[in-house]
């Protein structure tokens, strides 16, 4: 079982839908993290949660400790959303440790 | 824009090669980790270099080599390569030591072992 697990693995939506991309992690963490990939390969960090909820334009990320779960919501989606969007942990020094991704594609 | 570039962009090699993956770092930071993500999975952890020197290593066999030099660009390298060595090999830079949150990422590298 991977350490930190990605649901759902694929996502296609219509403009304008409210989107949830959900990860779970099985390991204790210094902090989580969402990143967007695009197509060409490179990696944007989105967020950096240790607690709570935190808003960038139309992106919503949560983190529930307890439940070791967290969720990165997108309002009011658009085609140029679609991306790989990977849920990663920090454990400590030096590494992080990924989810699969999820692939979401938003049809105009 | 984050200023970490990563040299080439796609490489093709054949299987019992050598490879040679360049990451320049972007400026003032001091530690660079790499990153192989196989097609459909997340990233997973190669290893970290601060000022020179192997910081950390993940599960991958001592042909996977790496070398920081001291203007901070970094290289991989991978002997022997392997079929499944067929990867994206991302590199991401940071100005702190063991603080991954910081990490800024190239656009990867794409190689494929035939």
């Known amino acids: 079982k991977n350490e930190v697990e990605q649901s759902p693995q694929n996502l296609t939506a219509q403009e304008g839908e409210f989107i949830t991309i959900n990860c779970s992690y099985s390991?204790?963490?210094?902090?989580l993290h969402w990143l967007q990939q695009h197509p060409g390969g490179g990696i944007v960090s989105l967020f950096m949660?240790?607690?709570g909820k935190k808003k960038h334009g139309r992106l919503i990320a949560t983190i529930n400790i307890q439940e070791k779960h967290s969720s990165l919501h997108i309002t009011a989606s658009h085609p140029r959303d679609s991306a790989v969007y990977i849920c990663?942990?920090?454990?400590?020094?030096?590494?992080?440790?990924f989810g699969q991704g999820t692939r979401l594609t938003i049809n105009p | 824009e984050t200023g970490v570039t990563q040299s080439p962009t796609h490489l093709i090699k054949t299987r019992g090669q050598q490879v040679t993956l360049r990451c320049s770092s972007q400026?003032?930071?001091?530690?660079v980790s790499w990153y192989q993500q196989a097609l459909g999975q997340g990233p997973q952890f190669i290893f970290q270099y601060y000022r020179e020197e192997e910081n950390g290593r993940g599960n991958f066999p001592p042909r996977f080599s790496g070398l920081q030099f001291p203007n901070y660009s970094s290289e991989l390298n991978v002997n022997a390569l392997e079929l499944d060595d067929s990867a994206l090999y991302l590199c991401?830079?940071?100005?702190?030591?063991?603080?991954?949150?910081?990490?800024?990422f190239g656009p990867g590298t794409r190689l494929t072992v035939l």
């Open positions: 991401a830079s940071s100005p702190i030591e063991n603080r991954p949150d910081t990490q800024y």
């Open positions: 949660l240790s607690s």
């Open positions: 990663a942990v920090s454990q400590g020094a030096q590494k992080l440790v």
């Open positions: 400026s003032g930071h001091n530690t």
């Open positions: 390991v204790g963490i210094s902090a």
